[in-house]
C-alpha cells in the first residue's frame, strides 16, 4: 500500500508525506488552456510524492514566515480542511506539517459517489470541508465565505491535476450526512466540494 511507505510519526497514524515539487508540470497558461473535467480513472495508484504535490498546491503553505497558503482565504481564515479518501481509509491532510492523519479505516468513497459509479473508481478523492468555527464570531457570512474559499482550493486542484498529467472533475454531490458521520466531523465542519483523481485509463 502506498501510505505503508511513508514515515510513521509516533502512536498515532500519522504519515509524513515527502516534500512536494513545486517546480513540475507545464505552465500556468498551458494548464489553463488545457483543464477540463475528466471522469474516467486508471486503477494505478498515486505516489506519494505526487498527492503530496497536489495537496501542497491545492491549500499548503506557501509563505512559511507567515504560513499563508496557496489558496486565497475570506479573511485569511484557512477553513478549508482536505480529507483524503481512498480505499484503504479517509485521512486529514495537515499542511503545517505536511502530514495526513488517518480519521477512519473504512472507505468513504461511496459516500461521495451519490450515484456517479465513476467515483469509486477514482484511486483518491479529496474532500474540501469549511470548518466554519474558523470564522470565529463572524458567523454573518461564514457559510458563503466557506463555499468561495472550497471553490479556489478546488480550482487549485484542477490546475495542479492538469500539469501533472492527472485527471480530476470539481464535484458538489455527495452524500454529507453519511460522510461526515464517517469522517467524524463537527456540526461546524461542513462538506463542500470533492475532486476524484486518478491518472487517464489506458487508451
Ligand atoms: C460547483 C460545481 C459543482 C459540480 N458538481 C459536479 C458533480 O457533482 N458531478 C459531476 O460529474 N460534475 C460536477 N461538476 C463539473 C461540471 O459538470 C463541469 O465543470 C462542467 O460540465 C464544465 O465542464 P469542464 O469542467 O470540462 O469545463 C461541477 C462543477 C462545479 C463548478
Excluded at 19 to 38: C, F, Y
Aim: one cysteine or more.
Amino acid at each position: 500500500m502506498l501510505l505503508a511507505a511513508f514515515c510513521l510519526s509516533g502512536q498515532a497514524k500519522d504519515y509524513k508525506l515527502p516534500k512536494p515539487q513545486t517546480k513540475a508540470g507545464m505552465s500556468l497558461l498551458e494548464a489553463l488552456s488545457k483543464r477540463a473535467s475528466a471522469r474516467a480513472f486508471s486503477q494505478r495508484e498515486i505516489d506519494a510524492k505526487t498527492l503530496s504535490t497536489v495537496l501542497w498546491a491545492a491549500c499548503g503553505i506557501n509563505r512559511e514566515k507567515e504560513k499563508k497558503i496557496t489558496a486565497p482565504s475570506a479573511i485569511n481564515a484557512q477553513d478549508i480542511l482536505i480529507y483524503v479518501a481512498r480505499q484503504d481509509g479517509a485521512f486529514l491532510y495537515d499542511p503545517r506539517t505536511n502530514t495526513l492523519k488517518q480519521v477512519t479505516e473504512k472507505d468513504v468513497r461511496p459516500y461521495l459517489a451519490a450515484g456517479q459509479q465513476f467515483v469509486t473508481q477514482a484511486p483518491v478523492s479529496l474532500i474540501m470541508v469549511s470548518d466554519q468555527s474558523r470564522f470565529g464570531n463572524r458567523s454573518r457570512g461564514a457559510a458563503d465565505m466557506g463555499k468561495y474559499d472550497a471553490a479556489y482550493v478546488s480550482e487549485n486542484i484542477c490546475l495542479v491535476c492538469t500539469a501533472l498529467g492527472l485527471n480530476t472533475v470539481p464535484r458538489m454531490m455527495m452524500d454529507t450526512v453519511g460522510l461526515s458521520r464517517e469522517l467524524g466531523l463537527t456540526p461546524q465542519q461542513v462538506p463542500l466540494l470533492n475532486n476524484p483523481i486518478g491518472w487517464p485509463p489506458a487508451k
